[in-house]
């Protein structure tokens, strides 16, 4: 089956600086997702992204499919956005979602 | 809509226990997903059903677990008996056959049900 990785595993960052997390996928998919899982365990869908880039607030997302990457960029990072951040991929039409094993970030103040 | 609702959200019990997890999907989604997450395992799909009939089965981890889906707001997870190395957190997750206005199919987890068994 398909295989989501994402890099780097584990990341702690000071209040502010900003950061890039990497998902490769090792063939074609038909949607790309990223999640946030917060402290307490809530999945939180942040970005639905086959291709191309988004912006919401501090948080950014860019997939470039035809290279099986996708990144996402934090801005300015806040403790509250400690956690893990998961990529998942659709293989095909509306099948069950593929995760990674996630980025654990930890924000310090 | 109270999103996908999963009971109970913390199930403490001892080997040999039975145990069933419950979720509420959401209302007009025709997709339901079971997943665990463990730390060695990472998050990893047990079973989906879609219209109430289970399609893909093979992530279940042995005869010990089983699913159910009676109708469309309520599926079960059960584990019997339970052992120690099924402690883990389980999720339930619903979406729709159909694209939303964002283009996604409504992909939503449940706040997870965290299993320790002793």
């Known amino acids: 089956g398909i295989q989501v990785e994402q890099s780097p595993p584990d990341l702690i960052l000071q209040e502010g600086a900003n950061s890039t997390l990497r998902c490769n996928f090792s063939?074609?998919?038909?949607?790309l997702q990223w999640f946030h899982q917060n402290p307490w365990g809530q999945l939180i869908n942040l970005f639905y992204?086959?291709?191309g880039t988004k912006q919401n607030g501090r948080l950014s997302a860019t997939t470039v499919a035809t290279e099986r990457y996708s990144l996402l960029y934090i801005s300015s990072s806040q403790t509250t956005d400690s956690g893990v951040y998961f990529c998942?991929?659709?293989?095909?039409?509306?099948?069950?979602?593929?995760f990674g094993k996630g980025t654990r970030l930890s924000v310090i103040a | 809509d109270a999103g996908v609702i999963q009971s109970p959200r913390h199930e403490v019990t001892e080997m040999g226990q039975e145990v069933t997890l419950r979720c509420k999907p959401i209302?007009?989604?025709?997709?339901l997903f079971w997943y665990r997450q463990t730390m060695m395992r990472g998050l990893e799909l047990l079973i989906y059903?879609?219209?109430?009939?289970?399609?893909?089965d093979s992530g279940m981890p042995e005869d010990r677990f089983s699913a159910k889906m009676p109708n469309a707001s309520f599926s079960t997870l059960k584990i019997q008996p339970s052992e120690p190395r099924d402690s883990a957190v389980y999720f339930c997750?619903?979406?729709?056959?159909?694209?939303?206005?964002?283009?996604?199919?409504?992909?939503?987890f449940g706040s997870g049900t965290r299993l320790t068994v002793v």
């Open positions: 209302s007009g989604h025709d997709y």
């Open positions: 997750a619903s979406s729709s056959n159909f694209r939303t206005n964002l283009g996604n199919y409504g992909y939503t």
């Open positions: 059903f879609n219209n109430n009939v289970p399609i893909d």
């Open positions: 063939d074609s998919v038909n949607n």
């Open positions: 998942a991929v659709e293989p095909s039409g509306n099948t069950p979602l593929v």
């Open positions: 992204i086959p291709s």
